[in-house]
């Protein structure tokens, strides 16, 4: 299967996203969120640098939870910041 390449839109969404998760994670370890999320710590580092800008829903969810964001609050800042 080929992939689409991303629209610089794509990507800065991705990028917005990965600040938003690093700046809610705080102090807290990486290997502390992504385990609480179900994911790998790598996910997790790929996500916040904007290296899987298009990460799938539940991933997202499940960091949400772990940080204890609203999916409407992610929403607003992330997607919805570039408009």
Same mark, same amino acid.
């Given at each position: 299967?080929?992939?689409?390449?991303?629209?610089?839109?794509?990507?800065?969404r991705?990028?917005?996203?990965?600040?938003?998760?690093?700046? %809610? @994670?705080?102090g807290?370890?990486?290997? =502390?969120?992504? $385990?609480?999320?179900?994911?790998? &710590?790598?996910?997790?580092?790929?996500?916040?640098?904007?290296?899987?800008?298009t990460?799938?829903?539940?991933?997202?969810?499940a960091? %949400? @939870?772990?940080l204890g964001?609203s999916? =409407?609050?992610? $929403?607003?800042?992330?997607?919805? &910041?570039?408009?």
């Amino acid at each position: 299967m080929v992939r689409t390449p991303l629209t610089p839109e794509e990507r800065e969404r991705g990028e917005r996203l990965g600040r938003l998760l690093r700046e %809610a @994670r705080g102090g807290r370890s990486m290997v =502390d969120v992504a $385990a609480s999320a179900g994911l790998s &710590a790598e996910t997790l580092r790929k996500i916040e640098t904007g290296r899987a800008p298009t990460p799938a829903f539940f991933t997202v969810a499940a960091l %949400a @939870r772990a940080l204890g964001l609203s999916m =409407d609050d992610l $929403a607003l800042r992330c997607v919805l &910041a570039g408009v």
